[in-house]
């Protein structure tokens, strides 16, 4: 009976920590849709002031780097105007710059397809296609701050020699420039967006020009605006971290820290520090900023109103001499978590590949997920694989477990009649009990081990199955079409059901319990059935797999145990 309590509380511990999942708040299931409203309006972001460098010549007072000037955030801003883009064609990327800010109002990426139903949709992880906060609202904004009002913000008119660009067969990289000349202060300010092919990578350069007499101070800043609808297609009940990620610098090392949006309501976020990274996270993608290493910026996490918030990186302020131009460098990764690749891109970048507390096990799951992928061409196979093998490790530990099911039903004529000896009595049952297991050398415990070693697993490849977008939309075989979203037909929970019924059967573990004991394993299957298909079609498979082997497996050992005559009888 121990052994029973151990491994249904095990399962209460599946079955808490799913329905937490299950029942955290879900994303608003609609698909994004339509055109772009015809007088959609930007969010109002206060404009940050820059600092009057020493010795600049220019009023000292102004807000240090990083502040909000109170004037700004008080009058909202005027409304962008509509229209006006420069549309950009990369082949991993397609982009709509705007005229108006010179921000990217629209990312979408081409390998990525909505949904597996409508592959020629494609993914727009960056839009401004919502005005009411019901679809995703993403954008980014760029401009050069000052010290009593910006040099440029996201009301400025820059201007481009075309209104679209397509990266040419035999080019590697594709220059998108933007001008603006206030002529009445005497200054310009050059915005260069530079792809690469096949890359994610963009590299922002924001040049000002000083014509006039007096020095220019200038501090370059960037943003992400958006509110908390995600983009794509989100799953139904799963859950997965969507808020701010940022690369902390703490001494000399640097931590890897996540701030969920609505936070900063109620606690907004500064840090100053020199280089790192802040970014947009959500299920399988990201939007990250990334300054030069040894650049100091200041970090921020505001509400933006309208149920939008924003992220910022400001620059150190620069005092520009007349006649002189002052270049700053800004890199952007729009695009997927890829494994493998994101350190690359910058230190610690890897991080946002972020499966929790079970990192340790999913990490390596994922590398064995990846070579056997490699090597059968199919995620779906590869799983089997995997499961496969994790079985084989704990193939003696599941020898152990059918050992001490075959000893508790060798001696549940024993335990029957302890039970009635000492019925009403529970003390002296469990001491009468543990007397027996005792005498005869052996522990129920024991056979639990299997199924706890195992669940650091199941968790792992959950978080591998909903995280990692290399199984995105992943097929298998007929109308397993999506190994990271439920069954559609619940085929495979079906047959997990009924696996686990047949297991239970052959191996007797139902032989030495209590009538209300039976009743709850026999209903089990059909419980667990149900609760399965909720989860992605990986997962199962996992499950299913395995159950089948276990039977196979049992069958092998039974057969030994009936030779040493601990078999059924």
């Not at 101070?217 to 139904?236: D, E, F, I, L, S």
């Not at 610690?348 to 070579?371: C, H, M, N, R, V």
């Not at 069954?487 to 319990?513: E, H, K, N, V």
Request: with cysteine; hydrophobic share 40%.
């Amino acid at each position: 009976m121990e052994t029973r309590r151990f491994a249904l509380l095990a399962l209460l511990a599946v079955v808490v920590f799913f329905g937490y999942q299950t029942w955290e708040k879900d994303q608003l299931n609609v698909a994004e849709q339509g055109p772009p409203p015809a007088a959609a309006s930007a969010t109002s972001v206060p404009v940050p002031e820059a600092a009057a460098p020493a010795g600049s010549g220019t009023s000292a007072g102004s807000a240090s780097p990083g502040e909000m000037n109170p004037a700004a955030a008080a009058a909202p801003q005027p409304a962008r105007q509509a229209g006006g883009v420069v549309q950009v064609q990369t082949g991993t990327l397609t982009v709509d710059i705007g005229l108006t800010g010179g921000g990217l109002r629209r990312v979408v990426l081409d390998k990525y397809a909505y949904t597996k139903k409508d592959p020629q949709r494609k993914l727009a992880l960056l839009t401004d296609r919502n005005a009411s906060n019901k679809l995703p609202y993403f954008i980014f904004q760029t401009g050069i701050a000052g010290v009593r009002q910006p040099l440029t913000d996201d009301t400025t008119r820059y201007t481009a020699p075309r209104s679209a660009y397509v990266m040419q067969a035999g080019s590697d990289t594709l220059d998108v420039p933007l001008s603006y000349v206030d002529a009445r202060s005497g200054y310009t300010v050059h915005l260069n967006y530079r792809f690469e092919r096949g890359s994610y990578v963009v590299h922002l350069s924001r040049e000002v020009t000083n014509s006039g007499s007096a020095p220019l101070a200038a501090a370059p800043y960037a943003r992400w605006v958006r509110n908390t609808v995600q983009a794509g297609m989100p799953q139904k009940f799963v859950r997965t971290y969507f808020g701010m990620g940022i690369y902390q610098q703490e001494g000399d090392s640097y931590k890897f820290k996540k701030h969920d949006l609505e936070d900063f309501s109620k606690d907004p976020f500064t840090d100053h520090q020199k280089g790192g990274w802040m970014a947009m996270l959500q299920q399988y993608f990201l939007a990250a900023m990334i300054p030069p290493a040894n650049d100091e910026v200041t970090y921020t996490g505001r509400p933006a109103g309208d149920g939008r918030y924003y992220t910022q990186m400001l620059g150190q302020t620069i005092s520009v001499a007349p006649g002189t131009t002052q270049r700053f460098e800004t890199r952007l990764y729009i695009g997927p978590k890829i494994q493998g690749k994101l350190d690359s891109i910058a230190p610690g970048l890897a991080l946002t590949e972020d499966y929790g507390l079970f990192t340790p096990i999913a990490k390596p799951l994922f590398w064995i997920l990846s070579k056997l992928e490699q090597l059968t061409g199919n995620w779906g196979w590869s799983i089997v694989l995997l499961t496969l093998g994790i079985r084989g490790l704990f193939f003696k530990l599941s020898e152990k477990q059918y050992r001490s099911m075959a000893k508790m039903r060798k001696f549940g004529p024993r335990i029957k009649e302890l039970r009635e000896r000492h019925a009403g009595d529970r003390e002296g049952l469990n001491k009468a009990m543990m007397d027996l297991y005792k005498k005869e050398k052996f522990n129920p415990l024991s056979g639990c081990w299997p199924v706890f070693l195992q669940f650091p697993v199941f968790i792992a490849l959950y978080y591998v199955l909903i995280e990692s977008v290399e199984l995105r939309q992943a097929s298998f075989v007929l109308w397993l079409q999506d190994l990271s979203a439920p069954d559609p037909f619940y085929i495979l929970p079906i047959i997990y059901g009924i696996s686990m019924w047949f297991q239970m059967r052959f191996s007797g573990q139902t032989a030495t319990m209590e009538p209300t004991q039976q009743k709850l394993m026999n209903i089990m299957p059909i419980g667990l059935a149900v609760f399965f298909s909720m989860f992605p079609s990986g997962l199962v498979l996992y499950y299913v797999v395995s159950n089948l082997f276990t039977i196979v497996q049992q069958y092998v050992i039974v057969r030994r145990l009936d030779r040493e005559g601990l078999g059924h009888r």
